[in-house]
């Protein structure tokens, strides 16, 4: 994911997630962003992943 894209997000969900740290919500907000970062890091992994076995596939000569 680029990295201008997740920055967009973040300024994006900046309000709601900072009304519900005003309200006493702190909690939902840390919870909503450690799903962020996760979805995140499986599809980097799942990338990475991805081209190990492209490169895997290679006949070596």
């Known amino acids: 994911m680029r990295f201008s894209y997740i920055l967009i997000i973040l ?6 997630l900072n009304y519900l740290y005003q309200r006493q ?7 909503l962003l450690a799903i962020f970062f ?3 890091a499986l599809k980097e992994m ?3 992943k991805q ?3 492209k490169d895997g ?4 000569p």
Do not use: C, D, N
């Open 11 to 16: 300024v994006v969900f900046a309000w709601p």
């Open 51 to 53: 081209a190990k076995e």
């Open 46 to 48: 799942k990338k990475q």
């Open 38 to 40: 996760l979805v995140i």
């Open 57 to 60: 596939k290679r006949p070596r």
């Open 25 to 31: 919500l702190g909690a939902v907000s840390f919870f």
